[in-house]
């Protein structure tokens, strides 16, 4: 007999995750991807836009990859439902296509939530449970009314992210009850659509979908669902809700007065209630649990796990895994951080209160003195304000509600952490509650999809059978300190609230003052993109999230465009066009109107006819840098090779007539092959661009001196690259290595001749990876047979590739390399995610990083026509046509 599986799909703020939880056994399988969102042009900064096309490919290829992790058969998955992050909008048109998509962030409506609470806060928070927000779905349609209502004319249906997902799983659209609650349009005393409120704001309240509770079926997996997620068609597919609550519901947390906190990239602290309980003064949320009959009382700590992230990449900048070092590095500490005290991502909820979040950290040198272990005190301090904040939050919930329970539930991604679930004990002075599957949100709507296919009667009963207790911790040997340490945090936060509140409200006028560019794009302008450079999928989904994509990459299609009306046709209807190798020249631009950007993946952008795309105000960026890291890599490998003597050692073990276990044939390799580390050794960089700035990064971890001379960088940048500047001449007098990063110019033409190497130290080393026009070759030779030199690594030379009886390639101590430098697999990947940010800067009104023409910006705009060059402009540019297929 098969085993059986329930699936289920969590959409999240920063990834997406697919789920499979064997029934058998209750094990959980699970794969993620991530994903970000752009800010949406002409909101100010403050409005957000999900792309849900790319959402959707990429739960697909979690799902396919889960299903094979998990080793499921086409027919072992019983039912699948989808839980998403809160506070999301979505817009359907009359043919069920994507008009308007927003993330939990997305605050554009912020003027008009502040006018809805200032008018009528009271009559919306006793209705709808929350007291009107800029992220709630009703001032959302507020704001589309005056900024977007021709978007808003053309829509007939009103969901939220999950709820589309159900659809698009099975062509049944229904607003599921928890996640309706949480729009403020919802009246929770009748649990349906507050229909009278959602006229008073304008908006036709049948594009309100009929409501259903979570676990409810609402169709099987369409064929076209199944044949993406690699799935058999016909699966029952139940409705998900809401991920606090369906975390609640992944947690246990099914009976009246049980407590949950859920801690993931936001921080909910919710309790079950039997009845609908509002706190009076509307700091407190209200809204439906996904159990049928049960509401929950929420005190929300916003955004604690995204500020915890982003002050660990603070942190830790050059870790793989920054959070997990930093949840690592705050073991290491003490109870209280060693006197260091933060409230990042430590906010004790008022929902009436719309202001910048803020965050201090409070700390002396006189304390702390130690530099070497602050990282791990800092850590540790923000891990402890979290977890006063959670304990404040749960303080008022407890207080509204009147229920004090024995036991805290612990979800979501920091209950992982058994330092920071400790310490929210020994703050609470509570039991907490760790569960078996840490995505409590997942599994919740797992649960829901095992009631749709009718496994579990209700959702209660399949809590009770698939979540599990991993661990429960009791305060131990530091609660009575961590009890004194949040009674004077809580105090210091009460006392500075006011403080906090002015600079709040300073950095909200920098915020609001803010003009839009002359040159950003207006609001739900996604322009099309045409790509025909080498490109990964990543940077696909940069763009895919900013726009239309239609990817024909050169190389698939072993096609170049040779300009002309052949591009035009090409690119006809496209606003950017993203190229590598086709020619943009006179004629194309001329006879395409529409286009807006042209981005070119090449260091110099030869194949376009600069000129002529600025006479039409097009905006030409290009990808300098985009194999910079992969010739830094070369030249720091090249370091070590000659520093530890590799190309002899690694022939040593090769060489004939060597016997396993002959000592004396160890004994000389050990003296032939003692090398060097890099380690205290001065590296001087001759050129500090794009490649060398990388290498310099490179060596910082080796705890090398880096020197550099470049007459076009000055002293400040160097310490910013972690490299002192110095002059030529010192250059060559301190360094044991000698690496050259310079462009070639008629000025640095042999800059490395017989006087430069006579000026290097004696048994220094000489790489390049640059041009060969930088080095005078016999020079470079003479240095070595003099013995001046000690080695040199070379990937360029004068006539490439070099007669195998060249002079400096046939030398043993010389490594010689044809020209791999920049060749490598990731350069499509390295260049399309510098082409996505020019076009993501576009779009928001800034100057792209790399623009060759940065005088169209001005005049310039993403819709209408574009600059018409005067006619004599014109005749000179068909007559002087610049690019060519040679090029």
Same mark, same amino acid.
């Given at each position: ?701 080796? *705890? #090398? ?9 000055? @002293? &400040?940048?160097?310490? !910013? +690259? $972690?490299? =002192?500047? /110095? ?63 000690? *080695? #040199? ?9 070099? @007669? &195998?009886?060249?002079? !400096? +390639? $046939?030398? =043993?101590? /010389? ?73």
């Amino acid at each position: 007999m098969g085993r059986s599986f329930l699936m289920a799909f969590d959409l999240g703020g920063g990834s997406g995750r697919c789920i499979l939880v064997d029934l058998e056994t209750g094990a959980a399988f699970s794969t993620k991807r991530d994903w970000s969102y752009p800010v949406a042009p002409g909101t100010a900064g403050l409005g957000y836009d999900l792309d849900l096309e790319d959402m959707w490919r990429k739960l697909g290829e979690a799902c396919r990859q889960v299903v094979e992790e998990a080793g499921a058969g086409p027919g072992e998955i019983l039912g699948v439902a989808a839980t998403s992050m809160r506070n999301t909008t979505v817009l359907l048109d009359g043919e069920d296509r994507v008009l308007f998509a927003t993330p939990n962030q997305d605050g554009r409506a912020l003027g008009n939530a502040l006018m809805l609470a200032g008018e009528r806060g009271m009559e919306f928070y006793r209705a709808g449970g929350h007291w009107p927000g800029p992220i709630f779905t009703g001032p959302r349609l507020l704001w589309m009314q005056n900024n977007a209502p021709e978007l808003l004319a053309r829509a007939t249906r009103v969901t939220c992210l999950s709820d589309w997902m159900g659809f698009r799983l099975s062509g049944g659209l229904y607003s599921e009850r928890s996640q309706a609650g949480e729009t403020i349009l919802f009246d929770h005393r009748k649990r349906d659509w507050a229909r009278d409120l959602i006229a008073s704001i304008g908006v036709d309240p049948g594009m309100f979908p009929e409501v259903v509770g979570a676990g409810t079926l609402i169709g099987s997996l369409t064929r076209e669902a199944a044949e993406h997620l690699g799935l058999a068609p016909g699966i029952p597919v139940a409705a998900g809700g809401a991920d606090t609550q369906c975390g609640l519901l992944g947690a246990g947390c099914v009976r009246d007065g049980d407590l949950g906190v859920i801690a993931g990239t936001s921080m909910s602290v919710q309790q079950v209630c039997g009845d609908y309980v509002l706190d009076g003064e509307g700091r407190l949320w209200s809204g439906q649990h996904v159990v049928p009959g049960l509401y929950v009382l929420e005190s929300n700590g916003l955004l604690s796990g995204t500020v915890l992230e982003w002050f660990s990449r603070i942190l830790h900048p050059g870790s793989y895994d920054p959070l997990a070092v930093l949840f690592a590095a705050a073991a290491r500490s003490e109870p209280g951080a060693a006197g260091v005290y933060s409230t990042f991502g430590a906010h004790v909820g008022d929902a009436r209160s719309i202001s910048v979040i803020l965050g201090s950290l409070t700390m002396s040198h006189m304390v702390t003195p130690d530099t070497l272990a602050c990282r791990d005190h800092i850590g540790r301090a923000l891990l402890e304000g979290i977890a006063y904040s959670a304990w404040a939050n749960a303080g008022q919930v407890i207080a509204v509600s009147g229920m004090d329970p024995d036991f805290l539930d612990a979800g979501a991604g920091m209950s992982r952490s058994a330092l920071w679930t400790q310490i929210v004990s020994d703050v609470a002075g509570k039991t907490v509650r760790v569960h078996a599957v840490a995505e409590n949100s997942a599994l919740g709507a797992a649960i829901c999809a095992g009631v749709g296919a009718g496994v579990f009667p209700d959702l209660v009963e399949g809590a009770s059978r698939l979540v599990s207790v991993e661990r429960e911790q009791r305060p131990g040997e530091h609660a009575q300190k961590y009890g004194e340490l949040y009674a004077g945090w809580r105090e210091a936060m009460d006392k500075g609230s006011e403080c906090e509140s002015c600079m709040a409200n300073q950095m909200a006028v920098a915020m609001l003052s803010r003009a839009p560019a002359a040159c950003e794009a207006p609001p739900a302008f996604r322009p099309r993109i045409l790509v025909t450079a080498s490109m990964d999928d990543a940077a696909l989904g940069e763009l895919r999230g900013m726009g239309e994509v239609d990817f024909r990459p050169w190389r698939e299609e072993m096609s170049v465009l040779g300009g002309g009306r052949e591009l035009a046709q090409a690119l006809a209807g496209f606003d950017v066009f993203i190229t590598e190798m086709d020619v943009v020249d006179f004629e194309a631009l001329r006879d395409t109107p529409g286009l807006k950007m042209i981005i070119c993946c090449r260091v110099n952008a030869v194949n376009v006819d600069l000129e002529a795309a600025t006479a039409f105000g097009v905006p030409v960026a290009n990808t300098p840098g985009r194999n910079s890291g992969a010739v830094a890599d070369l030249a720091v490998g090249f370091m070590i090779m000659l520093a530890r003597k590799l190309p002899g050692a690694a022939t040593f073990l090769k060489q004939s007539g060597g016997e396993a276990g002959d000592l004396l044939r160890m004994a000389q390799a050990y003296e032939e092959y003692q090398g060097s580390e890099l380690w205290r050794k001065t590296v001087g960089l001759v050129g500090l661009g794009n490649v060398g700035t990388r290498v310099a990064a490179r060596l910082c971890p080796f *705890g #090398a001196k880096v020197i550099f001379y470049d007459p076009g960088i000055d @002293a &400040a940048e160097g310490v !910013l +690259a $972690g490299a =002192e500047k /110095v002059s030529f001449e010192e250059l060559l007098r301190r360094s044991d290595f000698v690496s050259v990063h310079a462009p070639a110019t008629a000025a640095s033409e042999k800059l490395m001749d017989r006087e430069a190497f006579s000026r290097m130290k004696e048994g220094a080393f000489f790489i390049n990876t640059a041009r060969a026009s930088l080095v005078d070759d016999e020079a470079l030779a003479e240095a070595l047979e003099s013995g001046k030199l000690a *080695g #040199a690594a070379l990937d360029v030379f004068t006539v490439e590739p070099p @007669a &195998a009886d060249n002079r !400096l +390639a $046939g030398r =043993e101590d /010389v490594i010689a390399t044809p020209h791999i430098g920049g060749n490598t697999r990731e350069i499509g990947a390295h260049q399309g995610d510098i082409a996505a940010d020019q076009l993501r800067k576009l779009l928001r009104g800034a100057s792209p990083d790399h623009i060759l023409n940065p005088g169209v910006l001005e005049g310039f705009a993403w819709e209408g026509p574009r600059r018409e060059p005067p006619p004599e402009v014109l005749e000179s540019l068909a007559r002087n046509p610049k690019p060519s297929i040679t090029s």
